[in-house]
């Protein structure tokens, strides 16, 4: 009984016992009978609430929200339908992907009743045929859909599942708004399996990466020492940048044979080359 059906019928009660004590038996009756008929027959819905009513078994009408009157014994509120988005919880267990992995699914959607009329007298229990209907269209979604796809792709699996429920709903006046599956659990063995195979994934392409790199030193390489082969002087000037760049820290101390010291004449460099140069000939 709302508040202000409570304090009507209180009232009426306060003035029935006042005649009573006033020796008005006439007028106690008359509240008496005012204070039972306001509490049948007055009723008020939230602005969330939908209140269907039958009269005489056939429908009559969906009140709400705000007060409202029925005719007692002729009249029977058979529901009272929340509008407001609901949420369901569902999961399948144990659902075997289309390439025949056991997987474990939670999921969650968020629902509304847009028709109070439908879903009262469409279905017997929509609450508990929305969890049902939820938990078959997550198992025919998880059996046709690869584990990869499932893991990489929820957004598409969401979509699905909402277009999916919301189909099967729309008849019971029930929209779903969407669709979020929560958890994707896959069994021990294959997750180590697949942090081997991840992880063979990196280091193959690590080993690209260290290959393609070495092939690219060795090409510099070459030019190089096709530079130097033309052009001893460069050669020269590369020697000794290197003792440069080994002198700079203090307290280094560099042995360095004579004969490097003569090859790091430009004259004595360039009659070693001429004299290679004329052996070859």
Not at 56 to 70: Q, R, Y
Not at 150 to 165: G, M
Not at 220 to 232: G, R, S
Not at 238 to 258: C, D, F, H, Q, V
Request: aromatic share 4%; with cysteine.
């Amino acid at each position: 009984m709302n508040a202000i059906t409570l304090f009507l019928t209180s009232v009426s009660v306060v003035l029935a016992v006042i005649s009573i004590v006033n020796l008005n038996t006439p007028l106690a009756i008359i509240f008496t009978i005012l204070a039972v008929l306001i509490a049948q027959s007055l009723k008020m819905a939230n602005v969330w609430e939908k209140f269907v009513i039958l009269r005489a078994g056939k429908i009559h009408a969906v009140k709400g929200p705000g007060l409202f009157l029925i005719i007692p014994v002729l009249d029977r509120i058979v529901m009272i339908i929340d509008e407001r988005i609901q949420t369901t919880a569902f999961n399948a267990e144990q659902a075997l992907t289309r390439d025949t992995v056991p997987v474990n699914v939670d999921a969650i959607i968020f629902w509304h009743v847009h028709n109070a009329q439908k879903a009262a007298l469409s279905i017997t229990n929509f609450l508990q045929a929305i969890d049902r209907v939820a938990q078959t269209s997550l198992r025919e979604m998880i059996g046709s859909s690869m584990l990869s796809d499932l893991l990489s792709d929820r957004k598409a699996a969401d979509t699905h599942l909402c277009q999916e429920i919301g189909r099967k709903t729309s008849d019971w006046g029930i929209t779903v708004s969407s669709v979020e599956i929560r958890d994707v659990a896959i069994p021990v063995a294959l997750q180590d399996a697949m942090s081997r195979q991840a992880q063979a994934e990196r280091e193959k392409q690590a080993r690209i990466i260290l290959g393609t790199a070495e092939a690219e030193i060795a090409s510099k390489f070459v030019d190089a020492a096709k530079i130097y082969e033309t052009q001893p002087g460069a050669l020269q000037l590369r020697a000794m940048n290197i003792i440069y760049e080994t002198t700079k820290e203090r307290g280094t101390t560099i042995l360095i044979p004579s004969s490097m010291v003569d090859f790091m004449n430009p004259s004595n460099a360039l009659s070693k080359v001429r004299e290679v140069d004329s052996k070859q000939n």
